[in-house]
């Protein structure tokens, strides 16, 4: 009912940005929170920034002052903007929504497949 899907990873050297979007689609009423999360090679996976529908957003310590998360409420997006990229932000990159589906009045999580990024030192 509900299609997530994440575009703009890459490879990309130490100290550089990348811009990351999540477009959501589908039988869509609403979404609240937006989240981005991200799944290094041999760690658990990791809540980076996550966005409400009105835009108060929060972030891991770890990408605090180098990663801005931002949402276009009438394009069903959000982006993850990520500057002073470090090797250890390296990891898959998923995108997820809290969506509520037209006709159900419930929220569910919906999730994109990933993007790769990769910062090479």
């Known amino acids: 009912q509900v299609q997530v899907v994440e575009s703009g990873g890459g490879l990309v050297q130490a100290g550089g940005s990348l811009k990351l979007s999540c477009a959501a689609s589908?039988?869509?009423?609403?979404?609240?929170?937006m989240n981005w999360w991200r799944r290094a090679p041999g760690k658990q996976r990791e809540l980076v920034a996550v966005i409400s529908s009105g835009g108060s957003a929060n972030y891991a310590d770890s990408v605090k002052g180098r990663f801005t998360i931002s949402r276009d409420n009438a394009k069903n997006s959000t982006y993850l903007q990520m500057n002073g990229l470090k090797p250890e932000d390296t990891a898959v990159y998923y995108c997820?929504?809290?969506?509520?589906?037209?006709?159900?009045?419930?929220?569910?999580?919906?999730w994109g497949q990933g993007t790769q990024v990769t910062v090479s030192s």
């Open positions: 997820s929504a809290q969506v509520v589906v037209v006709g159900t009045g419930r929220s569910d999580s919906y």
């Open positions: 589908g039988r869509i009423l609403r979404i609240n929170a």
